[in-house]
């Protein structure tokens, strides 16, 4: 199976204070399953790492974000999908209409969907709970 893994999920993987981190770091680096996530993703875990520095989690977001862009580079761990709003933005849109999510959030499913239109069976890593409820409603298996 291939998963797309957003940022919550993402993210908790890194930091080692989240109650599910270390199940998240087992799932996403230690099975051999395929992952995939979006540009996105880099942007908004880099705003969570810069969080976690001000909040006194962590001391530097740096060599956070530098682990993080080497997983979502070429020959990383997760295959980093372009954020191409031209073919994103439409189905983010409708999944607006749909769903009570934020426009991030749409994306990362809108993402995920365009993923699956290869006819690969893809599941769907979050950690947040309104997303979790969108992607199973749009026929994902929520991991």
Known sequence: MRLYV?????????LVDEPDGEELRSLIFGSVDQFAT???????IASAFHRAVRAGRIPAA??????A????????RLATLPLDLAVLARP???LLESHPLGAADAIH???AIALRS????????TRDRRQA?????EGFEVI
């Open 6 to 14: 957003d940022t919550s999920a993402l993210g908790r993987a890194y």
């Open 118 to 125: 290869d006819g690969v069976e893809t599941g769907f890593v």
């Open 92 to 94: 983010a849109r409708q």
């Open 133 to 137: 409820e969108a992607a199973r409603a």
């Open 109 to 111: 499913l809108a993402t």
């Open 69 to 76: 862009d080497a997983d979502c580079s070429a020959g990383g």
């Open 62 to 67: 740096d060599p956070f974000i530098t682990i």
């Open 38 to 44: 979006s540009e996105l993703t880099l942007l908004e």
